[in-house]
């Protein structure tokens, strides 16, 4: 199978066709129609076989998550997501692989009606990476810089699980089947919180995702900031299989050790009301507050601090 042959096969089809894509797939470069009176988020983001994803990765939990990550992304700036461009090195022309690579990723596309439009392939070792486009207008996009002394801290979801699939996987803890099935989907087929994050554009101060773990991202909206915060380890939410074996994992594998994907945002006390009536749709929890001295502050349930050992996930910490 030639380059041409597989865009052809794989990602010249789709369900999505956008009104606002005038060339998509198969010319030099997409041409593409932002809506009037609306800003441009771009995010992107590289997957690389072996550290981002297991090589034995299921391709079609793999498709999705491609995607899914960087529609989080756009979700923490409250955009809508619109089209995407796909860079794909690969190993090898392997319809087998392939098919259900794209099967889980436009899968996920046509829920979020986000279009492909645009990108590359080579041989070479497995390595994704998408670059994604949404909408927001103007001076309604979420930052990390925004967090202000006094606003609450909240995050959507619970923390913790994917953590949780990625150590059994690597064979750090040995999980029963029954929890194993209970949190393999959300280190698999993470969650976009897309509508949450567009709802939470006229009441939030500040958001982020949480991809590498919520000390390193809450981390970096006290830093854009220039504020610090107190979270209570007892605020955390988590599942019930993860809260079972926390005793074995300890805390630190919820707060530091990320891929959760949920939001981590705040939000000032005169919009509490509105964003209590938004908890029944959105299921956030509130960790914590914002405060004016620099530092992230952790209390354990009685109150004393709680010290962790590690701080998120980077690339080149060690290096």
């Not at 089809?13 to 894509?21: E, G, L």
């Not at 079972?244 to 805390?251: A, L, P, R, V």
């Not at 919009?271 to 908890?279: D, M, Q, V, Y």
């Amino acid at each position: 199978m030639t380059e041409f042959e597989l865009i052809r096969t794989f990602f010249a089809r789709q369900d999505v066709a956008r009104a606002d894509v005038v060339a998509g797939i198969g010319d030099d470069a997409a041409l593409l129609q932002p809506p009037a009176g609306q800003q441009l988020a771009v995010t992107s983001d590289l997957l690389v076989s072996g550290v981002h994803f297991l090589p034995d990765a299921d391709p079609f939990s793999l498709g999705h998550k491609a995607l899914a990550v960087n529609l989080s992304d756009l979700a923490a700036m409250g955009a809508e997501p619109a089209w995407f461009m796909l860079n794909l090195a690969l190993p090898k022309a392997d319809a087998n692989w392939l098919q259900p690579f794209c099967n889980g990723m436009f899968e996920l596309a046509r829920e979020h009606h986000v279009q492909l439009v645009g990108g590359d392939t080579s041989r070479g070792p497995l390595t994704i990476a998408i670059e994604a486009h949404g909408f927001v207008p103007p001076g309604q996009a979420l930052r990390r810089s925004g967090a202000k002394a006094g606003d609450r801290i909240y995050v959507t979801g619970t923390l913790g699980d994917a953590a949780l699939a990625l150590r059994h996987r690597l064979g750090g803890i040995r999980l029963p089947e029954h929890d194993l099935a209970a949190v393999a989907g959300r280190m698999d087929r993470p969650v976009p919180r897309v509508r949450e994050g567009m709802t939470l554009r006229s009441i939030a101060h500040s958001a982020i995702d949480i991809s590498d773990g919520l000390l390193a991202d809450l981390g970096h909206i006290l830093e854009m900031s220039r504020v610090g915060a107190r979270i209570s380890l007892d605020k955390i939410p988590v599942s019930p299989v993860c809260r079972s074996h926390i005793g074995e994992t300890g805390w630190d594998m919820v707060l530091a050790n990320g891929d959760d994907y949920e939001l981590c945002f705040t939000v000032p006390e005169q919009h509490a009301a509105a964003l209590e009536k938004l908890r029944p749709a959105c299921g956030f929890h509130p960790i914590g507050v914002i405060e004016a001295e620099p530092g992230l502050r952790i209390v354990d349930e009685s109150g004393k601090p709680y010290q962790p050992r590690q701080s998120g996930h980077d690339h080149f910490a060690n290096n």
